[in-house]
């Protein structure tokens, strides 16, 4: 089953080149989401060819090189690298090639660094507004950075917020007067009583802890994608009902997801009306997102069918 529509290039021979500008201009959020949630729920429904992604470690430069291919209609394939230690330019950077999957033929070439900010946020919508109570009200952001921004953007598509709190080991004052938000002095402070937490602050250790949260309320992990890396304590995990955008990956390289030692269900399946996500009022949701590629080549997909 074809889930993703690509606009035919012509002649085949010529290949669409996007930089970061021209990807800007052509994503929005309000087709990503639905996107996303349609590429997550194919992956769940079995009708996507997706491969967990191949890291290269770079040791001495303290960085790492994936690869991640996926079909769904939509051939394609994303390279992109992490460099956790990088100041003053992104830890991230990427660059996505889409093929026409009936001859192999290269169709595009696009920076890959919006995308992978603005699909992972994409994902945390897709999860919160499935997952988190229809009244919630109160966001919290741990971070300051890119997926923070992104966070707060996104996720303000699917719930009326009244109220964010940012909390960061360093810039959330800076983050708060730019985007109209509240600083608070601690993670504890941020995320109690809050109805949505997001965790996007690049921690290798837990930064959330179970004990300061709230009945009924729903977190976006999005961060330690390694399987010796947390960001959340043992608390939340085993406590938390664990949902993840795929089963396989996380149970791979997520710490967090791997100390739950727990089923996880694929948000995906949610979508597709095969889970039913949250049961009840009470309960604390997690969505743990490591991101994969599939959501990487429907972002794609759609930046080439806005030209």
């Known amino acids: 089953m074809s889930i993703l529509k690509l606009v035919t290039v012509s002649p085949a021979s ?8 021209a990807v800007q201009q052509r994503l929005h959020y309000q087709d990503l989401i639905p996107a996303i949630a349609q590429a997550l729920a194919a992956l769940s429904s079995g009708n996507v060819v997706q491969p967990v992604r191949t890291v290269l470690p770079v040791a001495p430069h303290h960085g790492f090189l994936a690869v991640m291919p996926a079909y769904a209609g939509a051939l394609g394939a994303k390279l992109v690298t992490f ?16 093929f026409k999957a009936e001859t192999g033929e290269p169709l595009a070439m696009m920076d890959g660094r919006l995308i992978t900010e603005m699909r992972t946020a994409a994902a945390s919508a897709v999860a919160t507004e499935r997952l988190a109570r ?35 080991p360093r810039n959330a004052p800076a983050f708060a007067e730019r985007h109209g938000v509240k600083a608070v002095a601690t993670a504890a402070d941020a995320v109690r009583s809050a109805d949505v937490v997001v965790v996007a602050a690049s921690s290798t250790t837990p930064i959330l802890q179970g004990r300061w949260l709230s009945p009924g309320t729903h977190i976006n992990a999005i961060g330690a994608t390694r399987p010796d890396w947390r960001e959340l304590d043992d608390d939340l995990v085993t406590t938390a009902r664990v949902f993840v955008d795929s089963r396989e990956a996380a149970l791979r390289e997520s710490g967090d997801v791997i100390a739950a030692q727990s089923e996880v269900v694929e948000i995906g399946a949610v979508v597709a009306g095969a889970d039913p996500g949250r049961r009840n009022a009470q309960e604390i949701t997690l969505f743990k997102s490591v991101g994969v590629a599939v959501e990487d080549v429907a972002a794609a997909a759609l930046v080439l069918g806005a030209r």
């Open 14 to 21: 010529d290949i669409v080149v996007l930089d970061e500008r």
């Open 83 to 98: 460099y956790p230690q990088n100041v003053g330019i992104h830890t991230h950077h990427a660059v996505i090639v889409l």
């Open 134 to 168: 229809a009244d919630a009200s109160v966001l919290a952001i741990l971070g300051s950075g890119v997926q923070a921004k992104s966070h707060l953007a996104a996720l303000r598509h699917v719930r009326s917020f009244k109220e964010v709190r940012v909390w960061s």
